[in-house]
């Protein structure tokens, strides 16, 4: 049974800096791509960051330069995010799939997801 566990998230400060974790099980997680997900009070969610098994990155503009995924051999993804704003603010979600992608459809596997709230 796959299970993605986030963890990071909190109440910061405009400016401030958060670093969110997603723990998998059940997968072979060496060969899966990892994604992070968020996603606000009546909008769509809406992609972050992405991360091959192969250590290959993809950041759309929105979040580009600010945001940073990542992935360990423990069996962790991780994003670092920076210069946090208030319209930061929504759920964040971690997903894992063997190829993902850009769009939400494309991942087979997500977490319970961690509140992230940005002050200003």
């Known amino acids: 049974q796959v299970q993605l566990v986030e963890s990071g998230g909190g109440s910061v400060q405009a400016g401030g800096s958060l670093r969110l974790s997603c723990a998998a099980s059940g997968l072979s997680f060496i060969t899966y791509a990892m994604g992070w997900y968020r996603q606000a009070p009546g909008k769509e969610r809406e992609l972050l960051a992405t991360?091959?098994?192969?250590?290959?990155t993809y950041y759309p503009d929105s979040v580009k330069g600010r945001f940073t995924i990542s992935r360990d051999n423990t069996n962790s993804a991780y994003l670092q995010m920076n210069s946090l704003k208030p319209e930061d603010t929504a759920v964040y979600y971690c997903?894992?799939?063997?190829?993902?992608?850009?769009?939400?459809?494309?991942?087979?596997?997500w977490g319970q997801g961690t509140q992230v709230t940005v002050s200003s």
């Open positions: 997903a894992a799939d063997f190829k993902g992608g850009v769009y939400s459809r494309s991942w087979a596997y």
């Open positions: 991360i091959s098994s192969g250590g290959t």
